[in-house]
C-alpha cells in the first residue's frame, strides 16, 4: 500500500532517495538544543538560544555569521540609531560568503 510514495522519487528528480540530506540539516538544532541543557545558568541558556537564533537566520539568508556579527556590532558602537534596527537585520545585510581579511579593501 505504501508503493506509490516509496517510487515517487523515480518521476520527481527533486525528492531524495533517503532522508540523510533532512537528518544532516537539522542535526546541529538537536546538538544546540541538547548542549544548552548545560548552559550553566538560565540567562547563559538564553543567550545562547539568541546567539543560535541569529547564527541560524544568517545561514538562511546566506550571510556569514562572523562577518555579519562583526559589522553589526561594530554599527552598534557607532551609534546606529535604534529607530533603523531594521537595517541591521541579517536579511537586510550585505551578502557576504566570508569575511575580509583585515587590510584588504
Sequence with gaps: SHWEGLTRFLEDGRLELDTNPVENAIRPVALTRKNALFAGHEIGAENW?????????????????????????????????????????????????????????
Excluded at 543560535?52 to 562577518?67: E, W
Aim: charged letters at 20%; glycine letters at 4%; proline letters at 9%.
Design 49 to 105: 538560544a539568541l546567539l543560535a537564533s541569529i547564527v541560524a537566520t544568517c545561514k538562511l539568508s546566506d550571510v556569514n555569521p562572523v562577518a555579519y556579527l562583526a559589522e553589526i556590532l561594530e554599527a552598534i558602537l557607532n551609534g546606529h540609531p535604534q529607530s533603523r534596527v531594521e537595517d541591521l537585520m541579517p536579511w537586510n545585510f550585505r551578502k557576504a560568503s566570508s569575511p575580509k581579511p583585515k587590510g584588504i579593501a
